[in-house]
């Protein structure tokens, strides 16, 4: 790591690193970012989010917060996701700056005074970590991501950028527009670049994961891609309106057709049931894609109505409450 010149008068900064099964990680990543933070910063604190792990995430993060006020813990009841233990973190965030950093060390800590100065020296509320280089990572991995923030961005009403994560800086005028957005299933990146602001770039090569096995297999990336997609854009909506017309117009065409040919050319006309069955499979095929994706939206419409919070804490430590020796268990078993 560069020498990195901050500001003597440095500001309060918040890291938020949710956790799912990251034992295998977790120390690491916990010492490279406190080495990090000890070395630049003042003043800062470790969120670490334990998203209703299985294994000894928990216990870990407990034995490690008895020797570091600096670290705090927010655990779920359950696993809610990772964009609602990153929306937890920033709620529950007390920093002038909050850096969301997973902790399965992809993204280097060791980047993070070079953020802060970036956004020191723009006078920017926003620095988002753009991918140039994804590391350890398939064919397939890289060509969908790039695929999905490339469509994402063509069906936004806003400018979204290209080749981002999560990982980024954010500002305390950003955490309090975001904190007052309502909406519970939420896509961070996405609500982040709508609430505006001066936002700047910050490019960087992406590690291959330190340990432990990717948290985002192909179900909960389309679960993801979905969500964005619906929660974050009506044009789904305008495009099934779209197919609908091409439909009806198409059907028009093909009355004409028919007319034209019983008029003019009635011995051209072909007796059998094939262009019926292939009219009837197409209109209907548009139709059950439009009734889908008004399903789809009506569907989120019933979940935001329903207004169950978006993640249940079961536990806070260091947050006001302090951690004892008997609440730490099965840290480091024999």
Sequence with gaps: MRNITIDSTSPFLSVIIPCYNEEQVLLESYTRLSQVMQANFQ???????????????LSILKKLALEDKCLKILS?????????????????????????????????????????????????NV??????????????????????????????????????????LIDRKVINAFNQ????????????SWVGFKQVPFVYSRNERFAGTTK?????????????LLYF???????????GVVSVAIALLLLLWVIYNNIF???????????????????????????GIL???????????????EYIIDEKLNLGNEIRQDMVYDAYPN
């Design 216 to 228: 985002y297999p192909l179900w909960k990336m389309i679960k993801f891609a979905r969500t964005s």
């Design 43 to 57: 003043n800062y604190e470790l969120i670490f989010i334990n998203d209703g792990s299985c294994d000894r995430t």
């Design 265 to 291: 050319l009635p011995q051209s006309l072909v007796q059998g049931w094939s262009s019926t069955i292939i009219v009837v499979m197409f209109f209907g095929g548009i139709q059950m894609l439009t009734i």
């Design 181 to 192: 957005l309502p909406e519970r299933n939420k896509y961070i990146r996405g609500l982040i």
């Design 233 to 243: 854009s009506h044009k789904p909506l305008q495009i099934a309106s779209s197919l």
């Design 127 to 168: 620095v988002y970590a753009v991918r140039k280089r994804r590391a350890g990572e398939t064919f397939f991995k890289k060509f969908t991501a790039r695929l999905f923030y490339r469509t994402i961005n063509k069906l936004s009403e806003v400018n979204l950028p290209l080749d981002t994560g999560d990982f980024r």
């Design 295 to 309: 399903g789809e939206y009506l569907s989120n419409v019933f979940d935001e109505i329903k207004k169950r919070p």
């Design 76 to 124: 779920f009841s359950r696993n809610f996701g990772h964009q609602p233990a990153v929306s937890a973190g920033i709620k529950n965030c007390s920093g002038d700056l909050a850096i969301i950093l997973d902790a399965d060390l992809q993204d280097p800590p060791e980047l993070i005074p070079d953020m802060v100065n970036l956004y020191q020296n723009s006078a920017c």
